[in-house]
């Protein structure tokens, strides 16, 4: 009974301290990639980046053949606001929230996690030919320990694959394909 009575202390207590300890972890976590797109313009990347449709240009899961995507109808712009990405098992709706010339806003929401927002920034370099392409990505973490611990690698485990969307964008605005 005595060591029942000993591992159930020692096991709360360690759920205390980790608790206490995520405390002083944001909840709020970005990643942070960018690229330099050589030889384009920013309405370029704009009208590459504003329209889930173009994104089969690009991005690596629209160009995926596994991956199955149904955009929404065309607003009057002509452009889809929203389109939902079937992935293997796991399906996700993108929406745009905001948009003007210098700015993206969308948001990725998982089926079974928390939404991502997500900005793309679109800056002309003065005097070049050259675009600097920032994607930042804000993940919103609930107060349990491990989601926040899971925050510390975030940029680790995500990064990646922001970073493989930007060089195909770069790639396909540089070489036309």
């Known amino acids: 009974m005595r060591l029942i009575k000993a591992f159930l202390t020692g096991a709360i207590g ?9 405390l002083l972890i944001p909840s709020r976590v970005k990643v942070s990639r960018t690229t330099l797109v050589n030889n384009t313009t920013a309405s370029k990347v704009f009208y590459e980046v504003s329209d ?7 991005h690596p899961v629209f160009k995926s053949g596994d991956s ?8 009057i712009t002509g452009k889809s606001t929203y389109c939902i990405i079937t992935y293997g098992s796991t399906s996700a709706r993108l929406s745009i929230t ?10 990725l929401k998982p089926e079974t996690e928390s939404a991502i927002e997500n900005e793309i920034h679109i800056v002309s370099i003065p005097n070049q030919d050259n675009v600097q392409v920032e994607w930042i ?18 940029d680790k485990l995500t990064g990646p694959g922001y970073e493989q969307a930007l060089k ?4 396909y605005l540089e070489t036309g394909h």
Do not use: C, R
Request: charged share 20%.
């Open 14 to 22: 360690l759920f205390v301290v980790m608790t206490l300890l995520s």
């Open 52 to 58: 889930f449709h173009q994104w089969k240009h690009w």
């Open 68 to 75: 199955k995507i149904i955009f929404n109808p065309p607003s």
């Open 98 to 107: 905001y948009i003007d010339s210098a700015l993206i806003k969308f948001t």
């Open 137 to 154: 990505a804000i993940n919103k973490l609930k107060w349990y320990p491990w989601e926040k611990f899971y925050g510390i690698f975030i």
């Open 168 to 171: 195909g964008l770069k790639d």
